[in-house]
């Protein structure tokens, strides 16, 4: 907790310098509790481990009452929560969740919709695209199979962040105290043999700089899902081909992951970002998660 402390007493000026910007400091228009809630919320963000209110108060020199009240607020609306186990507490993704509604993240719709409307013309798969919402993940664009048959996710549709493969490969591609973040949330939520299975597959994705999977819910499916990475790194969204293995499947599937990385990659680098190149040859896809 030492480097963390170290940590909080650097961030000091800095949050300082963010309350006069904000206007807090000889703005004739002031809301104080809302510069509050502010002040907290930037300051835990750049934070990594759990704070105390104690803590919190310290930093911004403030009383301990005011702060306290206005964590009480924050926990109640779900912008910050405690781990399991600590009475501390850590930023939340409520706040990820409202920017994946901002036009910002239309900007990554209206760069991928062409090269994915391209992308299901040339292998004839269906070809989807995913960002986080909270502890789900939400299909933001969606492009049919040009074949007869296909598989096909209803737009705005949402899902559990760390069952499906894009919601793993979000997930993989975060912050790592992010990361660590939504698994110790996965803990409270699944099954032994499920929190395994999303371990070894973080693992591998990590590994692999994709995912690659069984479909979880059909037969006959693979989940193929590439990051879309900004300039830190970060998935700011993950696109996905569930191919389906029919006997009219016009591309194999080792081609269909080459040219999803090559899709990806051209996202990537508008967002400002870039993938790793793709290591050859392509590995068996990882098995799906046994439902029993």
Same mark, same amino acid.
């Given at each position: 907790m030492k480097s963390e402390q170290g940590k909080i007493a650097s961030n000091k000026k800095t949050n300082a310098a963010a309350r006069t910007r904000s206007g807090s400091v000889g703005s004739s228009y002031s809301v104080p509790a809302l510069e509050k809630a502010l002040d907290v919320l930037e300051l835990m963000s750049d934070l990594s481990q759990p704070v105390t209110p104690s803590q919190i #108060? @310290? @930093?911004l020199g &403030?009383?301990?009452q005011e702060v306290y009240r206005i964590v009480l607020v924050l926990e109640a609306r779900g912008y910050i929560v405690r781990p399991p186990g600590t009475e501390a507490l850590v930023l939340s993704t409520q706040l990820y969740g409202l920017a $994946?509604? =901002?036009?910002? =993240? &239309? &900007?990554? *719709?209206?760069? !991928? @919709?062409?090269?994915?409307n391209s992308l299901a013309v040339r292998t004839g798969e269906a070809v989807h695209l995913a960002v986080l919402d909270g502890l789900r993940m939400c299909i933001i664009a969606q *492009?049919?199979?040009? @074949? !007869?048959i296909g598989v096909r996710l209803r737009v705005g549709a949402h899902s559990s962040a760390v069952l499906g493969s894009s919601g793993r490969t979000l997930v993989a591609f975060q912050a790592e105290n992010v990361r660590e973040w939504y698994l110790e949330q996965a803990r409270s939520q699944l099954k032994p043999a499920e929190l395994a299975y999303l371990h070894a597959r973080i693992e591998a994705i990590l590994e692999n700089g994709y995912e690659m999977v069984e479909g979880r819910l059909l037969p006959g +499916? +693979?989940?193929i899902s590439f990051p879309i990475l900004d300039s830190n790194g970060t998935a700011l #969204? !993950?696109? $996905?081909?569930p191919y389906l293995s029919t006997y009219g499947t016009p591309k194999p599937l080792a081609e269909v992951v080459?040219?999803?990385h090559e899709a990806a990659d051209t996202i990537c680098m508008a967002m400002g970002g870039q993938l790793a190149p793709l290591d050859k040859p392509i590995p068996a896809p990882g098995p799906r998660l046994d439902p029993q």
């Open positions: #108060a @310290q @930093q &403030r009383s301990l $994946t509604r =901002f036009p910002p =993240f &239309r &900007r990554v *719709v209206d760069v !991928a @919709q062409p090269i994915i *492009v049919d199979s040009p @074949q !007869a +499916v +693979v989940d #969204a !993950a696109v $996905t081909v080459g040219l999803l």
